[in-house]
């Protein structure tokens, strides 16, 4: 079974806090996302990465910024938090190939004060 | 821009009835089309997908019908249960690596 692990399921940080959230998967797969869900607006893209040290900018990167050293591990980083990065932030990783879906991560509930 | 729409925020079905679920697309060079399930307070599960060259695919009660011409592409589960209720994600992905997602149909399934 694919596994995508989120370093935690609920975060309160305050704003101006900088926030590391983490993401390791166990497939060996090459790619790698962020995402962050809110009501209404469905799954939007932060960044990508598609191999360790590489990383290109989503739908919405402002903001947010990556690190990914490793293969199996994909950071995402808060600069300084804001309330509007008040949100459920998704990992997902899938493998290289046209017809390999993504498997995501349980998700962050992140609260900015 | 939104490259693939999901018109109904929601959808309520009794139980044992027919649940269709619908999502239009507007980007022709789309070659892969997933349904994902989730449950509030967890992440998307996979739940089937279908190629470009297909126009159905089945997995025991769920079935995803493609239809190119139309750029659209619909989510069927026969009977629904209770279990069922979720918010349903469509995505594409064409040749690449990036996936879109719509916004998701909320389904209500009705014991």
């Known amino acids: 079974d694919v596994k995508v692990t989120q370093s935690s399921r609920y975060l309160v940080k305050r704003t101006g806090e900088k926030v590391f959230l983490e993401c390791v998967q166990d497939?060996?797969?090459?790619?790698m996302f962020w995402y962050r869900q809110d009501p209404g607006l469905g799954l939007r893209l932060i960044y990508f990465s598609y191999d360790v040290k590489m990383k290109e900018k989503g739908d919405i990167p402002e903001g947010y910024s990556v690190s990914r050293e490793k293969k199996e591990r994909f950071s995402l980083i808060l600069e300084s938090a804001s309330t509007n990065q008040t949100s459920m932030y998704l990992c997902?990783?899938?493998?290289?190939?046209?017809?390999?879906?993504?498997?995501f991560g349980p998700g962050t509930r992140l609260t900015v004060l | 821009d939104q490259q693939v729409k999901q018109n109904s925020p929601s959808l309520s079905v009794q139980e044992g009835r027919i649940s269709i679920l619908n999502c239009d697309y507007t980007?022709?060079?789309?070659?892969?089309f997933l349904w994902y399930k989730k449950y509030p307070a967890e992440g998307p599960t996979f739940l089937i997908s279908i190629s470009s060259i297909k126009d159905k695919n089945e997995d025991g009660r769920f079935t995803v019908f493609l239809n190119k011409s139309a750029k659209h592409l619909s989510l069927h589960i026969v009977p629904s249960q209770p279990g069922d209720s979720a918010v349903y994600f469509c995505?594409?992905?064409?040749?690449?690596?990036?996936?879109?997602f719509g916004t998701g149909t909320s389904l209500t399934v009705i014991p």
């Open positions: 497939m060996d797969h090459e790619n």
């Open positions: 997902a990783s899938s493998s290289t190939g046209r017809l390999n879906p993504q498997y």
């Open positions: 980007n022709s060079m789309f070659d892969y």
């Open positions: 995505a594409a992905r064409p040749a690449g690596n990036q996936f879109y």
